[in-house]
């Protein structure tokens, strides 16, 4: 199986090269990413946990979905595409804001991205991807913003990043 490529890029989301993704994490270079929030109509956000046998951060809660842009691929189509290989299901995704963070984890690998944080509306059950999530539920957002405070060791360390963003976001924004 060849390894997945991330987009190298500079401050500026000018495409700078392509890396190995481990390699990237691994020297913490910056590369493009992004994060997708789904809600429902009751303005409830859908979380993921991951999988138990991912290689890092297994079983913590983290947003709908996130990953990273292939090559030639908007923003928008990558999105879509892995919210429909983790979650199972399509939406339409808007594009809120973008910014850049550096998280490390446990294990020595380090996220620096720069993150296309969207959103999408969606009022079903997801067909979750085993492989990808373990779990799911919705969570209004000031639930989250709560819990996040009493049990930070639940959630992604990049979740908790892009939520504190995602959050302000919507505190300047009428969405």
């Not at 270079?29 to 992004?34: T, Y």
């Not at 890092?56 to 709908?64: F, G, I």
């Not at 959630?155 to 995602?166: G, M, N, P």
Request: hydrophobic share 40%; with cysteine.
């Amino acid at each position: 199986m060849i390894e997945e490529q991330v987009i190298l890029v500079n401050e500026q989301d000018e495409p700078i090269g392509l890396m190995n993704k481990m390699e990237a994490h691994e020297k913490a270079v910056l590369h493009r990413a992004f994060s997708v929030f789904v809600l429902n109509e009751k303005n409830e956000v859908m979380l993921q946990q991951r999988a138990h046998h991912k290689y890092h951060s297994p079983l913590l809660w983290t947003n709908t979905c996130c990953s990273h842009q292939r090559a030639g691929e908007t923003n928008i189509e990558a999105g879509k595409r892995r919210l429909f290989e983790e979650m199972g299901f399509q939406t339409e995704l808007k594009e809120l804001f973008h910014f850049i963070y550096k998280a490390p984890f446990d294990n020595g690998l380090t996220e620096h991205e720069l993150d296309h944080v969207m959103i999408g509306y969606y009022n079903e059950a997801p067909d979750i991807n085993p492989e990808e999530v373990e779990s799911w539920k919705w969570m209004s957002i000031e639930a989250i913003k709560e819990d996040m405070k009493f049990h930070p060791e639940l959630y992604t360390v990049w979740f908790k990043i892009i939520f504190d963003e995602f959050y302000h976001y919507l505190e300047d924004h009428k969405l």
